[in-house]
């Protein structure tokens, strides 16, 4: 049984150029981050009261901290409340309660989920069976595009950086396959880089899809009820991240096939290497079963609601009582529990998931995702948010929905290149919404063009994990990396922006 975490770690790397950079990122991080909070504790600031004044000087040094790196994400977001504790801004009980918050269980149920397809191979059968199937052929499209969708298809439940740490090796056995004898061919040289580069852009992509396939979806739900009062259900987050991702996926096709995939041809082997890898899967296990089994109760559950609103019953008596009785946090840890009750060998007492596997879910996410909660909580309760609002909408001239809507998705995909895509919406989200109110701005267009302009990080290979990923394959120059991630970040600004301007409503 595989380990997602060994997965991804054996073939996340950097250059010893990147490594040193990276170095003295963190390095500078440890001395500007400390710097930074003493001085804007010693600033002045009238307008601010104390615990707000206090409040900004530990969201500063977290920002700092974050964009550096020179802590564990998770770590610094446990800096803040403790922080936030210690210089008396409220009790431990109500610092620490966002850590606790019912989407924080969805995010551990989703994650459990996750790892029961990881564990038992569920992910590389769907994967192998959808490029095995005989219409994709040895045609280098609709290998590229298969590929893709089968990748955007998988990250839509599971993270994306496990996403391309399974999709990784069949990527490059398939350019290593193709480039076979052809080394020298440039088209070759163009289609292996492509492979690659789609392996972490759809992988990215495809969590825009679900509430669950990217941890700053979340980050926006949470924050936008905690500060707006905006709720937005597992099915119309649906209605708005997959018609994003289809566009945003559909322009990477289409950059790569103009680029990348007029010229090349692949070898009739080719398609062999995939129906080997399904051939070595065997038959469907009974943990398969079970996962699938679990994943689809699941699934159902979350989309029930949705089903309901559909159909005209949105707001019924059975659907009332079924939000109260089954909220999707619920519906997660439905699913995680029935992985420890569908066995897969009786007589012996195993079941499809063992908590030793279980707890190989990534805590940090979960630790880093509650301690934004928690400094959005805070940001409200000392009046900090609404200070930075009222001072930002201030420097506009009559801001409008789109102009912010604009403004908070490229601080979103800029700070994505050099941050985390979940401490970028952590920082991004607040200040979206704080500042539309202060204008008078409905917040849901703003914050949601800020969630989602979180995932775009495509530049660098430090912008995300999948990009370090594909970069140690060999086959991504950081130039074209570089090129081609702008030319994304493009099309992905465009496509959230009008999307959201379009069709944001529904999600209200």
């Known amino acids: 049984m595989r380990k997602p975490h060994e997965a991804f770690e054996s073939v996340e790397t950097y250059s010893p150029a990147e490594e040193r950079f990276n170095r003295r990122r963190r390095t500078a ?45 998770a770590v610094t977001a446990l800096i803040g409340p403790v922080l936030a504790v210690v210089m008396g801004l409220g009790t431990a009980r109500a610092i620490f309660a966002p850590f606790a918050d019912p989407i924080i269980f969805l995010f551990i149920g989703s994650f459990i989920l996750a790892e029961a397809m990881f564990v038992h191979g569920l992910d590389r ?44 090796p069949l990527g490059l056995a398939l350019a290593g396959q193709l480039a076979q004898g052809r080394e020298s061919d440039p088209a070759m040289r163009r289609y292996a880089m492509a492979m690659m580069l789609m392996t972490a852009f759809a992988a990215s992509i495809g969590g825009l899809g679900t509430p669950v396939g990217s941890p700053p979806n979340l980050i926006g739900i949470a924050l936008l009820r905690q500060q707006a009062g905006v709720d937005i259900s597992f099915a119309s987050w649906m209605l708005i991240g997959l018609p994003i991702a289809a566009v945003v996926l559909a322009g990477v096709f289409a950059m790569f096939y103009f680029a990348a995939v007029r010229g090349a041809s692949l070898p009739a082997a080719s398609t062999d290497i995939v129906r080997e890898e399904l051939r070595k899967l065997g038959p469907v296990s009974r943990g398969q079963r079970n996962v699938l089994a679990a ?54 007492r195993r079941f499809t998931l063992s908590w030793e596997e279980a ?33 930002l909408a201030g420097l506009m001239d009559a801001p409008s929905t789109l102009l912010l809507t604009a403004l908070f998705t490229a601080s979103a995909i800029v700070i994505s290149e050099a941050a985390s895509n979940t401490a970028s919406a952590t920082i991004i989200v607040p200040i979206a919404v704080a500042v539309a109110q202060a204008a008078g701005v409905d917040p849901l267009e703003p914050a949601l063009g800020a969630t989602l302009g979180a995932s775009m990080g495509f530049m660098m290979p430090i912008s995300t994990p999948p990009n370090a990923i594909v970069y140690s394959s060999g086959h991504v120059p950081i130039t074209q990396m570089m090129r081609y991630g702008v030319i994304l970040d493009v099309i992905g600004f465009f496509a959230i922006v009008t999307l959201v301007m379009l069709i944001g409503r529904v999600v209200a």
């Not at 040895?138 to 990748?151: C, D, E, H, N």
Request: proline share 6%.
């Open 359 to 391: 707890a190989h879910i990534d805590w940090g996410i979960v630790l880093l995702f509650g301690g934004g909660i928690s400094m959005g909580a805070l940001a409200t309760s000392t009046g900090l948010a609404t200070a930075m609002g009222e001072g």
């Open 125 to 168: 059968r769907v994967a192998f069976t959808a490029l095995s199937i005989r219409a994709v052929g040895r045609s280098p499209g609709r290998i590229l595009l298969v590929y893709g969708l089968v990748t955007a298809l998988i990250s839509m439940w599971i993270s994306n950086t496990a996403t391309t740490a399974m999709m990784f």
């Open 29 to 73: 991080g440890l001395v500007i981050g400390p710097v930074v909070f003493v001085g804007l504790l010693a600033l002045p600031t009238p307008s601010l009261s104390s615990e707000a004044h206090s409040l900004a000087a530990i969201l500063a040094l977290m920002v700092v901290l974050w964009v550096t790196e020179a802590l564990p994400l």
């Open 295 to 348: 994943f689809a109760c699941t699934v159902t559950l979350w989309l029930i609601p949705g089903v309901f609103a559909i159909t005209g019953f949105g707001d019924s008596p059975a659907a009332i009582a079924y939000g109260r009785a089954v909220p999707e946090s619920v519906a997660a840890m439905i699913g995680a529990i029935l992985l420890f009750l569908l066995p897969v060998h009786w007589p012996a």
